[in-house]
């Protein structure tokens, strides 16, 4: 059974930094894709990051482009995501989801992928 459970959400003041971790178990990695989503209250869900897990190659959405760095570790079966410059509207619920390279491809939304957690919360004060 595939579990993925996200930690390393917080507050912290705009300019500040966050890493989020993302750890799966029971996932064999292969070549598939994980991505980094947010949602907060009252906007779309947001694809932030996507990293595909048999290469490397990322892609992120142009508002945190610069600032976010998603990560894999295979050895500890973690996922991470790097948040630096933090700003306000970065406020909201980060999860993470583990799919397939069509996924990463097709920039799929996260219900499509096979496995979701159920999310860090991450709130930005100015």
């Known amino acids: 059974q595939v579990q993925l459970v996200e930690s390393g959400g917080g507050s912290v003041q705009a300019g500040g930094s966050l890493r989020l971790s993302c750890a799966a178990s029971g996932y064999t990695y292969g070549s598939g894709c994980m991505g980094w989503f947010r949602q907060a209250p009252g906007k779309e869900r947001e694809g932030v990051a996507q990293i595909y897990t048999g290469g490397g190659s990322r892609n992120y959405a142009d508002s945190v482009k610069g600032r976010f760095t998603v990560s894999l570790d295979n050895i500890k079966n973690t996922l991470f995501l790097e948040m630096n410059s933090l700003k306000p509207e970065d406020t909201a619920m980060y999860f993470c989801?583990?799919?397939?390279?069509?996924?990463?491809?097709?920039?799929?939304?996260?219900?499509?992928?096979?496995?979701r957690g159920q999310g860090t919360q991450v709130t930005v004060s100015s």
């Open positions: 989801a583990a799919g397939s390279l069509d996924d990463c491809l097709s920039g799929s939304p996260p219900e499509e992928y096979n496995y």
